[in-house]
């Protein structure tokens, strides 16, 4: 069940433009002091301009690793990632990761401090024009009224808001996002799904987001990886362009997420099974 999905979005098959991302049959590993342990395993998936592109799967699948790996913090013990043709193999600014915790956001800068300080210390603007760009990204996640607020006196929410403005202003590539919000409360967690959304819909950025939560994925993702439990291996590709925040609740909507569900964990019925039913465009790896 692990051959590359080639191709880009899963209702596209016939790609016309070059992928963005491409994840070429990566496996990654970590050493502990027992053993070599294998996190994931020849991985293959691409990722188009403008996506919002999943990995899902269970607590140690290595889809957090993953990311890593395209942010250039890890690199792979076999394959390749590229990103617009050329190889990743270190962190750069074209690569933004938001990750869980919040209270990476430096206490002693201001929330316009904070947002300023990777254009500061990448030298990609001078002063004047940083904090010009701060503005306008605090502006669009609704931040513009805190902007010398410090970190401390803000929620969870806004501090979630303050990493993806900072992130965002650094106008990358793409946005890598490690379960965001999966520290929050599920009511603000449903906001900040809601923001993310509204705030692609006027960016369009291309997004690059790791969950556990099938129904986050279904929320955010326009598309989604699925990955086997550990090592993680590619189950099967599958569009969710159709929901929105609007459908969670609805009968397609969990006849899909329990469709998922079975396809992450092989419960009992074959791919060949899940094809029969109405799922709209997926690919399962072979």
Known sequence: MNAPLPGH???????????LLAVDQVSLEYRTPQRV???THQVSFEVDQQDRFVLLGPSGCGKSTLLKAVAGFIAPCEGEIRLQGQRVDAPGPDRIVVFQEFDQLPPWKTVKQNVMFPLLASRTLKKKQAEERALHYLEKVGLAAFADAYPHTLSGGMKARVAIARALAMQPKILLMDEPFAALDALTRRK???????????V??????????IEEALVVGNRILLLSPHPGRVRAEVHSHQYNLQSLGGVAFQESARRIHRLLFD???SPEAELDHDFNDIRIAY
């Open 37 to 39: 342990v294998r996190a």
């Open 204 to 213: 369009r950025f291309t997004l690059l987001f790791v969950t556990h939560s």
């Open 267 to 269: 419960e009992g019925q």
């Open 9 to 19: 979005a899963a209702s596209n098959p016939i790609a016309i433009a070059q992928a």
């Open 192 to 202: 900040m799904q809601e923001e993310l959304l509204l705030l692609w819909e006027e």
